[in-house]
């Protein structure tokens, strides 16, 4: 009895297993795409002791969706947006704006006007000044190391690699350091910023682990203008002095963190640590007084430098004429530019100026304007000397180590 009840519902299950198998193909669009590729069908066997259920797999079913015919799109006509004539390089490039926004003057005639409601441009002073300040703020792809030299003391050496390096790094966005390598009594930090615990320049060169930055700069005092400033290890307790050797060790530290480097240089071009920075510099400011005197050590210098096989100097170095005194000089400082000029070398007269006379701290916003924008003018010259892409110098020349 048992028996033939299972044998009666094996064949009733199966027969509902081969109609679901046989679904019509218009079933619901979900239901056909739940479809399982193979149907399984269970039956009862009696064989053996007992009786068992077998599961037997139904072949598969294959199911491939229906697509896109791309012939009947591909006869339809093709749309433009615009034509190509419309959509030409040239004829786009000659579009603009019916008014275009523009830099406006602040200062004389034109920045006066346009307080009361006008709106006139740049005057052609503030346009220089736009240009001269973008060629300071050339790109440096490589870093960059300029020295600062007189073979006299007393002419402003000091004076102009402070104030020249406050320009850089007030209109620079790189790392500007200033550096006093002068063995014998170096004031730099007197006319920049004190370190606030009297860290120099020996100490950055015997000290480990500089990888970080922040370790590098812990030796630096910052001014007004954001110029980095390493003091000269000189006292009046030192009993050695600075050596070509601890120069080199703490420049090399330097250059992995800083893109423009102003170093200055004692008075002795023959002592080892003045050897070191010129040796590794890429220019040179030659720092002369508007006196006899002064000119003829500057020529000096500019003789020594091609005399000690460092043409590549010379080649990028400028003479700045310093005036010491309000009144005019008694030497005429236009046949001082003319000879410079016969050895193709340029100059740049420095005006006197009240706020470098003092011998104190300089900030950039007490020079008078003509002393800014000589300044600024110095900067520019030897900006346009920097390495970059388009001259194809880049890479880490380090002077001429």
């Given amino acids: 009895m048992q028996h033939a009840q299972g044998s009666a519902a094996a064949t009733d299950y199966s027969a509902a297993a081969t109609d679901y198998s046989a679904a019509p193909a218009s079933a619901a669009p979900s239901q056909a795409l739940a479809r399982p590729e193979s149907v399984s ?56 704006a019916s008014r275009r926004a523009q830099l406006r003057a602040n200062h004389g005639v034109r920045g006066a006007l346009n307080k009361v409601g006008f709106k006139l441009g740049l005057s052609p002073a503030e346009q220089r000044a736009e240009d001269r300040r973008s060629r300071i703020r050339r790109q440096l792809t490589t870093t960059y190391q300029i020295a600062v030299v007189s073979v006299k003391g007393g002419v402003g050496r000091t004076t102009t690699a402070a104030t020249l390096g406050s320009t850089f790094a007030s209109l620079r966005p790189d790392r500007v350091v200033a550096i006093d390598a002068n063995p014998d009594f170096g004031d730099l930090a007197t006319r920049t910023s004190r370190h606030p615990y009297g860290l120099t320049l020996r100490d950055l060169a015997q000290a480990p682990n500089l990888d970080a930055f922040s370790a590098v700069q812990s ?67 030659v720092v002369t007084p508007a006196t006899v005197g002064g000119v003829t050590g500057a020529v000096a210098t500019i003789n020594w ?79 346009d000397s920097f390495p970059g892409y388009l001259s194809g110098d880049a890479g880490d020349r380090g002077g001429r180590r």
């Fill in 41 to 96: 069908t269970n039956t009862y066997s009696t064989a053996g002791e007992g009786a068992v259920w077998q599961q037997a797999a139904a072949p598969a079913t294959s199911w491939v969706p229906e697509r896109i015919d791309h012939a009947a799109y591909e006869q339809l006509p093709r749309i433009e947006v615009l034509p190509a004539t419309l959509s030409s390089i040239d004829l786009l490039s000659d579009i603009a």
């Fill in 219 to 285: 030796f630096t005092s910052i001014n007004n203008d954001d110029l980095a400033v390493i003091a000269s290890p000189w006292t009046t307790e030192a009993n050695e002095a600075l050596s070509g050797r601890e120069y080199a060790t703490a420049v090399e530290v330097l250059r992995r963190h800083y893109n423009l480097l102003l170093v200055d240089c004692g008075t002795g071009v023959l002592d080892s640590a003045t050897a070191t920075v010129l040796q590794t510099s890429d220019a040179v400011v």
């Fill in 305 to 383: 430098l091609g005399a000690h096989g460092l043409q590549h100097l010379i080649a990028k170095s400028i003479v700045s004429i310093v005036h010491h005194q309000p009144a005019k000089p008694t030497v005429d400082v236009a046949a001082i530019e003319k000879l410079f000029a016969t050895a193709q070398r340029p100059t740049c007269v420095m005006p006197y100026d009240e706020h470098l006379a003092e011998g104190g701290e300089i900030d950039l916003r007490l020079l008078d304007k003509d002393t800014g924008l000589a300044f600024e003018e110095l900067a520019a010259w030897l900006s």
